[in-house]
């Protein structure tokens, strides 16, 4: 446990050092949040189902933390980790493979949250942002879009032979997240080919999931996202704990 | 001489593909000593360590250390081994004294960092990035983070490479000092220099193969070489008559440049006394022992650095 802690608070510390990872989780939603914001700014709308656009655009925005932790974050991490050495530096200590990764998962998690805290007291301060779902079931619903996204990014980092293809690929898969999802254009503006695409979209279904929880929603509703999002979270953690490498 | 053994490895082998890399090694390393494993690159050093400290799972053959098989026991022990390794690097941004902090976090047991800090000479970069250091700091602070669980066995793989000659002395000096803290160092290099002058015993590697194994002196006896006496003449003389000095074994002269050699260790004083006593004037007499490099071109067949 000790060594467990003493290395989550040390990676939690390196990505509070990492300017381009900081930016992504904690400064870019913001921008977001006031572009958008000034354009349409939060009135009550049919379009949202009774929601503004700023209501819908948070939880899609949170959404979109998840990926870049995820797909960026954690996967170039480890794919860098492995390839200049790290992992196996830490291979010739007691440090087992799983204090590895869960001190990064636990790291990405508590950097997720706090982006999505700021991005969430922002838009209360400035848009008054509504709020129409209860705390525990948009907990519950960002924990498991995490934790999915998260498994996916370790599987990155397994497959991806170097440091550079796992950035190349998480790239080439987290773009197309950001835009086909809903994450940062709502999917109600999509004409219907587009949308059939979103469907292969694994954010999409996070998109899903942490609009409704927010718009209170019930989870009845929402099986097919939550399906889909656990099937992605067991096939991806079974895939690298397979294709761990330390080096 | 030797004392408790300490890394016992029989008939290893490893390989990569087709090639191999291990073809059937044996040794052990008692307590307490400096061994090291000198060949060139790619001869199965890296392999070899590797295996020892349990980074690698051997084809075929026995590996023990400490009386543990690396293998089953990984991570006992990995609390009683000090490792560093060839490619490795730490993550840019951490500080020097926050992976000397993480790293003792590692293990049970562990020693104060802040005396390794200054043991190693890096106390005023505590506070320094990792990518901001030199060569020569990066990997003093690896020295200092293979000691930090206060091992019996230090393993060090190509400590001194890419390193300039200051850097390289220091770190022979490191070494030295860690053995007289009573560890044994068990340490791979190309530079047979360093071997030479570095270890109690070496073992030289070549193309997966052991081929000798004993302290530098006695492989440099072995060789029955004998001492080369180098001299230049001032005079025009006839050098066939060096010939007739006692202990010369063989006399080659390339233009006014002697060199005289010879087994025995009166050669010295009776190349001096002829020159003297028959008036030849000379400059720049030295003499050339062999050295750890000749062994390994006579016991090959080929230079080290090819």
Redesign the interface.
């Known amino acids: 446990m ?2 467990f802690s ?2 989550a608070v ?1 990676e939690f ?2 990505f509070l ?2 300017p381009e990872a900081a930016f992504f989780t904690f400064i870019f939603p913001i921008l977001m949040l006031f572009i958008f914001g000034s354009i349409y700014g939060n009135r009550q709308t049919e379009f949202f189902s009774g929601y503004g656009s700023v209501d819908a655009s948070v939880p899609a925005y949170i959404a979109m933390i998840i990926a870049t932790t995820g797909l960026l974050s954690i996967s170039i991490t480890v794919a860098m ?1 492995r390839e ?3 992992l ?9 493979s799983s204090s590895v990764m869960i001190s990064q998962i636990l790291v990405g998690f508590i950097m997720t949250l706090i982006g999505a805290v700021i991005l969430i007291i922002t838009a209360k301060l400035l848009y008054n942002l509504r709020f129409g779902g209860n705390v525990i079931d948009v907990a519950i619903a960002f924990i498991l879009s995490s934790s999915s996204f998260f498994a996916l990014g370790f599987l990155l980092a397994g497959i991806a032979p170097t440091a550079r293809s796992a950035n190349v690929i998480g790239m080439a898969i987290y773009f197309p997240n950001l835009f086909l999802s809903g994450a940062t254009f709502p999917k109600q503006v999509f004409p219907a080919a587009l949308d059939k695409i979103s469907h292969f979209i694994p954010l999409r279904y996070v998109v899903e999931v942490m609009q409704g929880m927010w718009f209170g929603h019930n989870w009845s509703q929402h099986h097919r996202d939550v399906v889909i999002l656990l099937v992605i979270l067991v096939i991806s953690v079974i895939i690298s704990a397979l294709t761990f490498r ?1 080096e | 001489m030797p004392g408790q053994s300490v890394v016992k490895v029989n008939t290893l082998c490893k390989r990569y593909g087709k090639v191999k890399s291990v073809d059937g090694i044996s040794f052990e390393v008692y307590q307490g000593e400096i061994f090291g494993m000198v060949g060139p690159n790619g001869a199965g050093k890296t392999t070899t360590i590797e295996c020892i400290e349990s980074l690698r799972r051997p084809d075929a053959g026995e590996v023990e250390v400490l009386g543990l098989d690396p293998v089953k026991d990984h991570k006992q022990l990995c609390e009683r081994i000090g490792v560093q390794l060839q490619e490795s690097s730490l993550p840019d941004r951490l500080h020097v004294d926050e992976a000397l902090d993480l790293f003792s976090s590692f293990y049970r047991k562990s020693i104060n960092w802040q005396e390794l800090l200054l043991d190693l000479g890096l106390q005023e970069k505590a506070r320094n990035a990792y990518v901001n250091l030199s060569g020569g700091q990066k990997q003093r602070l690896f020295i200092a983070l293979a000691l930090v669980n206060d091992p019996e066995i230090v393993f060090f793989d190509e400590l001194t490479t890419g390193l300039d000659p200051q850097a390289r002395r220091t770190m022979w000096e490191l070494v030295h000092r860690i053995r007289d803290k009573g560890k044994t160092v068990f340490l791979t290099t190309h530079f047979m220099e360093e071997a030479e002058r570095l270890c109690d015993r070496v073992a030289i590697i070549d193309c997966g193969k052991l081929i000798a194994l004993d302290t530098p002196e006695n492989l440099i006896r072995d060789l029955k070489e004998g001492q080369r006496i180098i001299f230049t003449l001032q005079d025009n003389v006839d050098p066939a008559q060096f010939h007739r000095i006692k202990y010369a074994e063989s006399v080659a002269v390339s233009s006014d440049r002697i060199t005289i050699s010879g087994s025995s260790d009166h050669l010295i004083s009776e190349v001096v006394n002829f020159l003297t006593g028959n008036g030849i004037h000379f400059r720049d007499l030295r003499t050339e022992q062999p050295s750890l490099e000749d062994v390994f071109l006579k016991l090959t067949g080929h230079q080290v650095r090819n």
């Open positions: 000790k060594k003493k290395l040390t510390r390196l050092r990492e980790y200049r050495g790290v196996k530096r830490y291979r010739t200590t007691p440090l087992s330390w």
